[in-house]
């Protein structure tokens, strides 16, 4: 099965082309360098890196959030377009999932130890979930890192933190996790690969959506919404 995959959850996003269960090819999209800006044209360099043709993908996936209103709408759009034009399914992969995963696959996590995925969700805000043992066990949401961390702590445990928005939080997990929480080797890993990965085994599992079915992971209600219920009534 060949799947190929795009994830536009952070500035920097990436996406890949996978093919029997591994990574043929896996490229970083620029972060100067706004999403709609750089696509179609990122997918069809990773496709032709990977010296696949567009017409032999069998699967698309697309990380569904949480991030940027514009980025992961950019990034739905994309994978729809295409995944309709080709007839094919399109999955919806977490990007909290595929964090999880991919520390869970990276370094040891003790059977009941936490996993905390953060993304950076600006305004001195990370959007987070919790997981133990793969499972989730704090939904989505979008808090400042002390709040979490102060949740962690009470909580008890042993923690790993991965996500973009970790390395800005470094000291502060520290100071008040202690010896209690580490930060995974690769804080931030480009996800494509792993999303493809994981809409592999979703597909093979019997989960084919139609692409129209994708749902976005907000977290956050967009910024204009926010903006509309701001102004005053008259």
């Given amino acids: 099965m060949l799947v190929l995959a795009l994830d536009t959850t952070t500035r920097g996003g990436s996406c890949a082309v996978i093919g029997e269960g591994s990574v043929l090819h896996e490229i970083a999209t620029d972060p ?31 990380a569904t959030g949480p991030g940027s209103f514009t980025g992961l709408r950019v990034g739905i759009a994309a994978m729809q377009g295409l995944a309709f034009a080709a007839e094919k399914p399109l999955i919806g992969v977490s990007a909290f999932d595929a964090l999880a995963a991919h520390a869970r696959a990276s370094q040891p996590v003790a059977h009941d130890g936490f996993v905390a995925t953060w993304i950076d969700a600006w305004r001195g805000e990370v959007y987070a979930a919790l997981y133990q043992d793969a499972r989730e066990v704090e939904s989505p949401t979008v808090e400042p890192p002390a709040t979490l961390l102060a949740r962690y702590a009470g909580r008890g445990g042993r923690y790993v933190f991965v996500g973009e928005a970790v390395d800005v939080s470094r000291s502060a997990i520290a100071e008040t996790m202690g010896t209690n929480a580490r930060v995974a080797d690769r804080v931030a890993p480009l996800l494509a690969g792993r999303i493809a990965l994981m809409a592999a085994d979703m597909a093979r599992a019997g989960h084919r959506p139609l692409p129209h079915a994708i749902r976005p992971l907000y977290v956050r209600r967009p910024d ?11």
């Fill in 32 to 62: 100067a360098r706004a999403h709609d800006a750089q696509l179609p044209a990122a997918l069809m360099s990773v496709l032709e890196r990977a010296g696949v043709a567009l017409a032999q993908i069998d699967l698309y996936a697309v």
């Fill in 224 to 234: 204009a919404e926010l903006a509309r219920d701001a102004r005053p009534v008259h």
